[in-house]
């Protein structure tokens, strides 16, 4: 059928304005298409190069280098050492398990590193490094960095680990250092993104631990260029952060070594060494001990095993954290408190029959028969129990309490180590607070010979000979400076007791080391101007009285032993505890004895500082030492 002129005229005009519709939305779609290139060209342009350049250059933490260790000599106690490493970056890797068997063609890998790789793998996020093996060779690092572009993911890396020189002679001081656990992310709800580095130490015990937030630094950064396959192609910069800060100890190496060496001739014991004047602690000894090194890289079950199975406990710092029965060594505070209280007067003599009877009960002096007349310095020169038992009843536990306390019992030291124990000081208050009971007249005839609910750490005894000798409140001091600026020396102001008082209770301490009759006598010192003062002790861990021969070892008395010198200018003070050692006199003062004069001396001291019936025993002992001959070498600065 002909279409008709009109018909053809109205069809032509809609097939126009359709065309006019399509084309005007093909010109607004090319429009707005030219307008967003010119905005992500132009106006965007700094913001999409920028999202181009991340996916091209990727940025990695770098550990910083950990703060050194030194004695108050400069000896190095702990330093870094260079550790080769290989670790993977799993999301970087594509089949972790087929580029791990590559890897394993070239290189040998210890199956049980790898599975705690593996595990580690799965706790991390996938972006995190994680170390597939350290502490490698460098022919295995140059192995890896050749096959590198058939290895996506995996980088030979070169880190920093902790090394300690002198091994167990300074394990319950410095401490150590240890691979980051979820313990310790747990610990922290915000954690240092540098405890997320493969591997990173931290520290564990001792000063190690105590002083992280010094030595460890803070992380620098490092720019890598990765291809498409996520595989590193170069390193474009680094900023190698800042570096942890340098410590310097109080402790002197040569005299920590020979402390150690000379306790490690007992089964279990423990002594610190202090300065009186200043506070510095030169030594602080606990035996027997262990190699720290083991535990930086993650010790074995078997080694652990070994040291937690062992019943003279080496992983405990006996020295701080070991709480004993002061023993007779606490009598010089039942003095002091009887004198300041005009309880007593230096001439007055009490009687010892061998036992005072309180009650129904008989407390026993040491010696069975007994001393008979005795004054304040026989007292002490003999150890008295009876005479003691007396001024216990006339003094009372609270002013006894009162002035051991000021003398360190009962105190914590605020002292950058572990587990640092306060002992116990008890009084009235203190025993209705613990047990909610009254205090009983038995209980001050205990605690006035260093028995019952009294307990002193090793580091406390030394306190109280180093303030029993100046007269001061002298605070223990471990940290002599912080990269190279001085600490403060705490505690130096008087302690206000009468200085006729003091000078009583050291004239006791010493008829104890010279006078025949003294406890200590044996382990005198030999040598003009460096006679010492010092008080032995022993203390009952059973209370039935029983030959220390005749039972097991962990049922013997605790023997102690607390010392200074030169009498007349106090240098030195020590504090010894050899546990169940049996008699304080025959198993603790010959090693105060000894400590004390190497201290004095710097050395080995001569054989002519000791009585001469005994320099040839001396010499044998001095000979099997086990003394490092070879000294760490001089102070070394970052500068």
Not at 27 to 43: D, K, N, P, S, Y
Not at 103 to 124: P, V
Not at 141 to 161: E, F, K, M, S, Y
Not at 598 to 618: F, V
Request: glycine share 10%; with cysteine.
């Amino acid at each position: 059928m002909k279409r008709s002129p009109k018909d053809t005229a109205t069809s032509a005009r809609r097939i126009g304005r359709r065309a006019l519709v399509v084309g005007g939305l093909q010109a607004g779609v090319v429009g707005m298409l030219g307008w967003r290139m010119r905005q992500m060209q132009v106006e965007q342009a700094d913001q999409f190069r920028l999202l181009a350049e991340e996916n091209r250059i990727n940025m990695r933490l770098i550990a910083p280098a950990r703060g050194l260790i030194y004695d108050r000599n400069g000896r190095i106690l702990a330093e870094n050492a260079q550790n080769y490493r290989i670790v993977i970056v799993r999301e970087d890797a594509g089949d972790v398990d087929q580029t791990i068997a590559k890897l394993k063609q070239l290189i040998y890998l210890d199956e049980g590193e790898l599975e705690r790789a593996l595990r580690e793998m799965e706790r991390r996020s996938p972006f995190v490094p994680v170390t597939l093996s350290d502490q490698r060779a460098w022919d295995d690092i140059a192995t890896v960095a050749v096959n590198a572009p058939a290895l996506p993911g995996i980088t030979p890396d070169v880190g920093l680990t902790r090394n300690y020189p002198l091994g167990p002679d300074f394990a319950h001081v410095v401490g150590y250092v240890g691979p980051v656990s979820d313990y310790d992310l747990e610990k922290n709800p915000d954690p240092d993104p540098l405890l997320q580095i493969p591997k990173f130490q931290i520290g564990k015990t001792g000063v190690e631990a105590k002083q992280e937030h010094r030595l460890r630094g803070e992380a620098g950064s490092k720019r890598i260029e990765v291809n498409a396959a996520g595989r590193v192609m170069r390193e474009l910069g680094r900023d190698e952060g800042i570096p942890g800060a340098d410590l310097q100890l109080t402790v002197d190496q040569g005299l920590q070594n020979f402390v150690q060496a000379r306790l490690e001739l007992g089964l279990s014991a423990s002594a610190v060494v202090m300065n009186p004047q200043n506070g510095d602690l030169l030594a602080i000894g606990s035996a027997p001990s262990f190699d720290p090194n083991k535990f930086v890289r993650g010790i074995s079950s078997a080694d652990y095993g070994e040291l937690t199975g062992n019943k003279y406990r080496p992983l405990a710092n006996k020295a701080v954290q070991g709480a004993y029965p002061p023993g007779s060594t606490f009598k010089m505070m039942v003095t002091m408190a009887a004198l300041e209280a005009g309880e007593i007067r230096p001439d007055e003599t009490i009687w010892c029959g061998g036992y005072t009877k309180l009650g129904r009960r008989r407390f026993h002096c040491w010696k069975r028969g007994g001393h008979g007349h005795v004054n304040l310095k026989e007292s002490l020169q003999q150890s008295c129990d009876v005479y003691y038992y007396e001024l216990a009843q006339r003094v009372g536990i609270d002013r006894i309490a009162e002035t051991a306390r000021k003398f360190g019992f009962g105190q914590h030291f605020d002292l950058p180590m572990s587990a640092v124990s306060s002992g116990v000081m008890p009084d009235k208050n203190w025993k209705m607070e613990s047990y909610g009971q009254s205090w009983r007249v038995g209980d001050s005839l205990n605690a006035a010979i260093g028995q019952g609910y009294v307990l002193a750490t090793p580091l406390q005894l030394a306190v109280m000979c180093a303030r029993l000798s100046t007269g001061t409140a002298i605070e223990p001091r471990l940290i002599k400076s912080v990269d190279g600026v001085e600490t403060e020396i705490r505690g130096g102001e008087p302690l206000g007791f009468d200085q006729a008082n003091l000078d009583l209770v050291r004239g006791g301490m010493y008829a104890v080391s010279n006078t025949l009759r003294g406890t200590g006598y044996r382990s005198r010192i030999d040598v003009d101007g460096k006679l010492m003062a010092g008080k032995s002790g022993t203390s009952q861990v059973r209370s039935v009285v029983v030959r220390n021969e005749d039972v097991p070892w962990e049922e013997r008395d605790h023997a102690l032993f607390v010392c200074y010198a030169p009498y007349e200018a106090p240098e030195v003070a020590v504090g010894v505890v050899v546990e169940h050692g049996g008699g304080g006199s025959s198993a603790a003062a010959p090693v105060a004895r000894d400590i004390l004069l190497y201290a004095l001396h710097g050395g080995l001291p001569p054989l002519e500082s000791y009585p001469s019936s005994q320099r040839q025993m001396i010499k044998e002992l001095h000979d099997k030492l086990p003394l490092r001959r070879e000294m760490a070498g001089p102070e070394r600065s970052r500068a």
